[in-house]
């Protein structure tokens, strides 16, 4: 009995004894990253929320008034227009990167063999750096001026320089040409993982190879295909220098209003509403992709 | 039979174009590099002077010692932030533990000009700090410490715990034990987490853009002022060592990883 006794009082001592040190960890370890996300994250946001319904006086300050005109002037034509062309480009450009990025993906995971790591390596490193520079690069390729159509003009295919600068088209290349190592990585994971004798099954079975394609491949990598179209979509709606270096004033996106109210016109409850909408917009359409997409493309994402 | 050789050659040509297509603006920089033209965007012949020009340029060496520390600063304390965090989530169970993990992924949703639009008016109508360093860096951190969280998660699931749990047997403490065992082991963890912050605070234009104020300038910002003016070549000569380096970084990281593969 007296053994039972200590056994009991041993095993109440650690289990308290546990219950303090769990109590002291959770906020060593939590702690910095909570004050973190709530001061520079949350709180943000939701100053930028409140701003929203707020009036922005003559010369910029904030007027402490309730309103509803610049959440209005989001959904109205002209807002409304620019958000439209965004998710319109988005979904262009994530298409684009879909069947871009596929073969590409593929290839590399079939056939990549030994120097699969350079193949990787090289669609992730000239993402790494100088984005700025890169997409100026493409301006100085496509531009009125620049080497496709002297190239062109000198090869007298062409009489006038295609005016490629400043349409959607250079605006959707610019995006593709960003985002594609973002639908690579996550297809080319999904094909690593495809198990080859399937395939051989789909083949001894009878299948073509289109068909194998469309009834075997295809719905296996769907994990893949969703988290890259997460991770492109996701991106492109927000994106701002690509439209603002190449689009120019013709081909706006939501991210060049968000930021030409907060930082030229100085604006702030009608930024923070463009804000607050794109934000909205983007956390709508994640939640159903994740939703539609399930586990699987969560996993390939985290 | 034939089909079956076509198709993998099919996909070579298709992988190549979009290789070309990933690499042509990238060519384009270190050619211009040293074309003679003065815009940089055409050739009219071989030459070094923009690189001669770029070691003059104080503004460019003014706003490169600035992107650095800024880098520096945001890979430490985000890298030692994640790994923190990294480890709460990994080894504690506590109410709202999911809806942490989510929010961890805010910044990452989140677009820049939505980020440094919402940090901009935080520092400047609420809190008061003063547009510079500081708000640069906090943004930095904000949108860096995720990267670190998710990658050295990533490490934990796979590495294996019988070292810690031998190490406290063995009397050490938990503190000790992280010095000692745990953090080392999760150390290849945390330097492809710097190495991955490095580079994206380095090269962060929007959100920096939106913080920095008058007077802060960053390299990106040094250059996307420049490129307002209309292209200069000494930009090209930027790129074309930013390229260089990276690819230096790489193969050197190869070569560490190949070494710490034969112990």
Redesign the interface.
Known sequence: MGSSTAAILLQGNTAKKKKKI?SL??P???G???F??SV??????L??LF?SFLKSGQYGE?VYEFTLENISAVLGAGYGGVFLTSLYLAFQTNIICIL??Y??A???A??GGKRK?LLI???V??S???????????K??L?N???IN?FLLNLGVISDPLEILYTPFIVMVGLV?TW??FMVLPLHASLEGLESSLLEAATDLGAN?VRRFFRVILPLTRGGLIAGSILVF??T?????VPA?LGGSKVMM??NL??HQ??VAGN?PA??SL?IM??AT??LI?YLAIKWGGKEAMERL? | MK?KKL??KI??G??FL??F??????L??IV?SFSANRY???WDGFTMKWYGALFQNEAVKEALIRSLIIASVTVVVSTL?GT??A???Y??H?RGKRF?RT?????I??????????????FT??IHIPLGYTSII??H??FS?PLA??VVLGRMQRIDWAWEEAAMDLGAN?FRTFLRVTGPLLMPAIMASAVLIF?WS??D??IT??VAGIGTTTL?IY??SQ?RFG?TPV??T??AI??A???MA?FLQ?AIEKKNKAF
């Open positions: 769990f960890e959770v060593f370890y939590m910095p990253i909570t973190l996300l520079f994250v949350f709180a943000p946001l100053i930028i701003y904030i871009v990025g073969p590409l593929y290839y590399i079939r056939y790591v390596s090289m669609i490193v000239p790494w750096v100088a984005y700025l520079i890169r997409l100026y690069a493409l100085t390729i531009g001026k620049g080497i002297s040409y594609l190592p190879p996701i991106p709606l927000g994106d701002w220098l270096l939501v991210g968000v930021a907060f930082t702030i930024g923070s804000a794109l934000a983007l956390l994640l985290v | 089909r198709a993998p996909l070579a298709l992988s979009a290789y297509f990933l690499w042509a603006p990238v384009v920089i211009f940089g965007v055409a932030l923190i965090t480890y709460g989530l080894k504690l506590f942490l929010s961890i992924l805010l910044p949703i989140m677009p820049g000009v939505v980020t440094g639009g919402a940090l901009l008016v935080f109508r609420l906090i943004a951190i904000v410490t969280v998710f938990r580079p380095f090269d234009f929007v853009y939106f990106p250059i996307f490129m292209a930009i090209n930027i790129g930013f390229v380096v990276t690819i790489l190869r």
